[in-house]
């Protein structure tokens, strides 16, 4: 089973920059499609960006342009940078990974526990 813990997040103003990452214990990141989703109080949980096995990316229309995910060079850290940030963002951000599937749409098998991203003046 994979274990993944995100960190990184935490209070930032409009406009602002953080870099969020997912640490996935004895497993190489590389095996799995890894996602970032994200879900703000009251509202459903939103796709945010995805990289697979080969390392091809997708995003959300929300955060495209703004948002990049990467994979560290040892292939155990996934990251997702977050630029111009805007208040719509805040949310607590889930890292998540999947043997089979890459699609946003769908329930990812491992999740991490969360962290928290507020975008506020």
């Known amino acids: 089973e994979v274990q993944l813990v995100e960190s990184g997040g935490g209070l930032v103003q409009p406009g602002g920059s953080l870099r969020l990452s997912c640490v996935a214990s004895?497993?190489?990141?590389?095996?799995?499609?890894i996602f970032w989703f994200r879900q703000a109080p009251g509202s459903e949980r939103e796709g945010v960006a995805t990289?697979?096995?080969?390392?091809?990316?997708t995003y959300s229309d929300s955060v495209k342009g703004r948002f990049t995910i990467s994979r560290d060079s040892d292939r155990f850290i996934v990251y997702l940078a977050m630029n111009d940030l805007k208040p719509e963002d805040t949310a607590t951000y889930y890292c998540?990974?999947?043997?089979?599937?890459?699609?946003?749409?769908?329930?990812?098998?491992?999740w991490g526990q969360g962290t928290q991203v507020t975008v506020s003046p």
């Open positions: 998540a990974a999947d043997l089979w599937t890459c699609d946003m749409a769908n329930d990812p098998k491992f």
């Open positions: 990289i697979d096995m080969l390392g091809s990316r």
């Open positions: 004895s497993y190489d990141t590389s095996r799995y499609c």
